[in-house]
């Protein structure tokens, strides 16, 4: 791999960003972080830190700019790990999210991921050929699965409109070499992991989705220990 390769992590919390981050730095590639806590500049592992605001889909241009004008290149793997949430006002009623809590979030959910989509499509025509362009979408099994809890309305909504634009991305540019992956860490029988998602399983499998391994599918449900495992 060639040691100007750049991976930008849209959505760097300190669990699967930051599991994604390390991972990626292990293998050779300079990394960029874009978080609303972001310093604007490098961290003490050589990180560029970008502050970045989600619920802004037109800022997310400058993000890509700010990576090229640091790194000379633009990043041939892109990952999508921002995510919002808005709990319902009661508890019994999914319905009770407000109209534009639904907004807000699927901004961030949606539209600020399929800009990020567009923008790492804008740099892979610059990159060469023979390296490999990823874009990959931190998911979960909300878009597969109806799970009947409230709290997960909006975010469902959001990942499910996500994984279509995905699917459909990933199967009209394929031919290019350009993959797109809505990523879904499961349990061992197929069930949702919820809050117990495992970072480093995320760094691993990850980086086996970047290097466009074992002809995994746009979705990609993957176990840790494991990798891609296909469930029904």
Do not use: C
């Amino acid at each position: 791999m060639a040691a100007k390769s750049v991976v930008l992590i849209l959505g760097a919390g300190p669990r699967v960003g930051a599991s994604v981050a390390e991972k990626f730095a292990s293998i050779g590639y300079q990394v960029a972080l874009a978080s609303r806590s972001g310093s604007g500049s490098k961290t003490d592992k050589g990180f560029l830190s970008l502050k970045a605001d989600f619920t802004k889909p037109d800022s997310i241009p400058a993000l890509f700019q700010a990576v090229k004008t640091e790194f000379h290149t633009a990043p041939s793997v892109v990952v999508y790990n921002a995510a919002a949430l808005t709990p319902p006002s009661d508890n019994d009623s999914a319905l009770s999210v407000s109209a534009e809590s639904v907004a807000s979030d699927l901004t961030v959910n949606t539209v600020s991921a399929y800009v990020a989509a567009q923008q790492a499509l804008i740099g892979w025509e610059t990159l060469p050929k023979d390296i490999k362009k990823t874009f990959i979408y931190t998911g979960n099994m909300l878009n597969a699965a109806i799970v009947p809890v409230p709290m997960f309305l909006d975010l469902g909504m959001g990942k499910s409109a996500s994984a279509f634009w995905i699917g459909v991305a990933d199967a009209t540019y394929s031919a290019k070499g350009y993959r797109f992956f809505y990523a879904d860490e499961r349990t061992g029988d197929g069930g949702l992991k919820g809050m117990a998602l495992d970072g480093p399983a995320h760094g691993e499998f990850y980086a086996q989705l970047a290097n466009h391994e074992a002809n995994v599918p746009w979705q990609a449900t993957f176990v840790k220990d494991k990798g891609f495992v296909q469930f029904k």
